[in-house]
């Protein structure tokens, strides 16, 4: 079993910037590909990004990207996103997600899901 907890959520103005980052444990970090969904309420879960177990392949969203940066530290076990020039749409609960197999993730999640964080971006 995998656990993940996210942290760095919070209130920010919109053109601001706010650091997620999710602490793992219980199996081999450096196994997982890892990746990051959101959910507002009323819409359905939709992918921010994700980056494969060596951190050498990340995939973003077109609605983030160029705003947004997935990163990963195995010797830490824990999986960032940088969001910067955030938008009011970009409010939700943030939650970390990992799976073994870096395509599975990208396409539908993963197997293990934190519990989220939830980000607020005023206008």
């Known amino acids: 079993q995998v656990q993940l907890v996210e942290s760095g959520g919070g209130l920010v103005q919109a053109g601001g910037s706010l650091r997620l980052s999710c602490a793992a444990s219980?199996?081999?970090?450096?196994?997982?590909?890892m990746g990051w969904f959101r959910q507002t309420p009323g819409k359905e879960r939709e992918f921010v990004a994700a980056?494969?177990?060596?951190?050498?392949?990340?995939s973003y969203a077109d609605s983030v990207k160029g705003r947004f940066t997935i990163s990963k530290d195995n010797a830490k076990n824990t999986v960032a996103l940088q969001m910067n020039s955030l938008k009011p749409e970009d409010t939700a609960v943030y939650y970390c997600?990992?799976?073994?197999?870096?395509?599975?993730?990208?396409?539908?999640?993963?197997?293990?899901w934190g519990q989220g964080t939830q980000v607020t971006v005023s206008s």
């Open positions: 219980g199996r081999t970090f450096s196994s997982y590909a």
């Open positions: 980056i494969s177990r060596n951190g050498g392949s990340t």
């Open positions: 997600t990992a799976q073994l197999f870096f395509s599975t993730l990208v396409a539908g999640g993963g197997d293990y």
